[in-house]
């Protein structure tokens, strides 16, 4: 997940005549010819107004992506084998509406693949109205763990009669973050406290005496110590819900990279997909605690948080990201 960044590349705006271009041409060179042929100023005119339109429709193709930028705002972090969902925004600073704009991803840089049900590596914005912005996806299949920096996106338009092809490149800094995939039914662990060997380790960081209101309750999770739970709540028929309290610290919770490798039955450290492996079970657990648990990541190089929220959720899930293979 990054930072909203701005990259702008107004001033290189490159335009080629396409197929319904060329045949344009021809079909003036036909119509001049046959003039020249027979002497009739009536194909000298109708070969001048054809003219007269294509250089304006050049004009008029180049003019629309003047004065357009794009705002990177965010890939969402996916899943290996999952999908990644681009965000951008388009903006016209300029003072009249930008018609028909596509917005397409460079293969050459594109670390993703499209996804064929969908738009793939294109997306078209009807009309950009003067100094506003209009919002734009994609949808690509992420196959590659890691942490990827956005490829390079063209703006292009054929509008308005579709004889020309205008584009610009634009350069932002973004990254998509694609984690590994998590292990399915990885349910969390007993808490050290019940298990010695357990993949999972509970402290309370509450001192003695410490009082504390009332907050609310939230969804229990296998793993939940039971002393927390509102039983009188479960008694009137609602699910198992735990008690939080405001001003009371909560457990911090460890997850470490050797409890994940003895969650999997501690394989060849070197094999590749033993790290895979571990990878998967460590993701599971950091997308079951979320970001209203606080919890500590201990990776073999560096250890996250104890902390909690959205920031610390993607700054786990990023580093898990970047994990690399023993070797």
């Known amino acids: 997940m990054s930072e909203p960044r701005w990259s702008f590349r107004t001033d290189r705006i490159y335009i080629v005549p396409n197929r319904y271009g060329f045949l344009a041409f021809g ?8 003039g020249v042929w027979f002497a009739s100023p009536l194909a000298y005119l109708l070969t001048a107004c054809l003219t007269t339109i294509v250089l304006m429709a050049m004009i008029q193709c180049n003019t629309n ?3 357009l930028s794009l705002k990177w705002f965010e890939a969402e972090a996916a899943p290996q084998g999952g999908f990644t969902l681009l965000h951008f925004f388009l903006v016209n600073t300029g003072r009249v509406s930008r018609i028909a704009i596509a917005i397409e991803l460079d293969d050459e840089t594109l670390k993703f693949d499209p996804v064929v049900d969908s738009t793939g590596t294109m997306t078209t914005i009807r009309e950009v109205l003067p100094q506003l912005s209009a919002a734009c996806e994609m949808r690509l ?3 590659e763990r890691g942490v990827h920096p956005a490829p390079r996106i ?17 350069h932002v800094a973004g990254e998509c973050v694609v984690y590994p995939r998590p292990l399915a039914g990885a349910a969390l662990p007993l808490s ?9 380790e509970t402290q309370t960081l509450t001192p003695a005496g410490e009082r504390a209101d009332f907050w609310g309750h939230r969804s229990f999770q296998p793993g939940d110590s039971l002393a ?3 039983w009188k709540a479960r ?4 699910p198992l819900l735990l008690k939080e309290f405001h001003g009371l610290s909560q457990p911090t919770r460890i997850l470490t990279w050797e409890a994940a490798a003895a969650a999997i039955g501690n394989r060849d450290p070197l094999n590749p997909q033993t790290t895979e492996a571990i990878l998967s079970q460590l993701t599971s657990w950091v997308l079951q605690m979320g970001p209203t648990v606080s919890f500590l990541l201990v990776l073999p190089t560096v250890r996250i948080g104890p902390e909690k929220g959205e920031h610390h959720l993607g700054a786990c899930l990023r580093h898990l990201a970047l994990v690399k293979h023993a070797s």
């Open 192 to 200: 050290s406290a019940q298990a010695s060997s357990s993949a999972l």
């Open 27 to 34: 079909g003036i060179m036909v119509i001049l010819s046959a």
């Open 154 to 170: 063209r703006i292009a338009s054929v509008f308005p009669l579709g004889l020309f092809y205008a584009w610009q490149w634009q």
């Open 65 to 67: 992506l003047k004065n």
């Open 235 to 238: 008694a009137r028929g609602r």
């Open 141 to 143: 299949f992420a196959q």
């Open 228 to 230: 927390a739970v509102d």
